[in-house]
């Protein structure tokens, strides 16, 4: 049996090839995120990094390609170009493992710092948990407890301790967060606390219960705090989703 033999000249030559192509390829990405263009269809125009903000739950769906996510990142501001997420994520070689569900990001951050927090290989293990719609707090605990992320009693008392997020103002005296906490399926790594799951559950909602949103209210005469309190109650009574409108108009 012959074996093959490689000097060791050839061995560093080789080394040496390899780390000039790795970093021709990313100096390749960071170009090409300098540069306008399209992602999936859409025009992505090259921006400056943003300015550092406030936390934001992006969702990510199921089989979505890292070239839409990166689309959708720039255009909420969380990153300055998608094109460079799409290339980061081929060249690092983790496309199957952007993790579908909720992930907590923070506006300005950099391309490489969302493709860490969008897969498993950033956080290790993960735990998912998903909150139906009308649970209460109780039997949100029961999940909880039940996921082994933390116990339920600890998830109680960070509820108790928790407050809204700034832009939805404070809850009315001796009001609870009942109906502010999403109801949506969380992916938390192993080792995440009960007031981290909490914050992102509210983080959640004041994503979606976006500014738009809450101006209706007020040209409606109805307070953030009484909306939710009518949803909570008519997620709770409605037993299949066709009812939820007839219960709504009682």
Known sequence: MTMLQ?????????????????????????????????????????????????????KVK??????????????????????????????MGVAGRLAAGDHLLQKGITALQAVDMLTVRASGPAIQLTFPEGLRFEEMASIVDKSGLVSGEAFLVAVAAASLPDELGPLPPGADLQGYLFPDTYILPVGATAAELVEIMLTNFATRF?????????????????????????????????????????
Request: aromatic letters at 4%; a negative charge.
């Open 6 to 58: 490689v000097s060791r000249p050839g061995i560093i030559l080789a080394s040496v090839s390899f780390a000039i192509v790795a970093a021709g390829v990313l100096i390749a990405a960071y170009f090409v995120a300098l540069t306008p263009g399209q992602i999936e269809g859409r025009e992505i125009p090259a921006t400056a990094m943003p300015t550092p903000g406030a936390n934001i739950v992006y």
């Open 62 to 91: 199921e089989a979505q390609s890292a070239s839409s996510i990166g689309a959708d990142l720039q255009l909420l501001g969380v990153i300055s170009s998608g094109r460079q997420f799409a290339v980061l994520v081929e060249v």
């Open 210 to 250: 976006d500014a738009s949103l809450r101006e209706g209210l007020v040209e409606r005469g109805i307070t953030l705090h009484q909306a939710v309190t009518l949803a909570s109650i008519i997620e709770r009574e409605a037993v299949i989703p066709e009812e939820r409108p007839l219960i709504a108009g009682v």
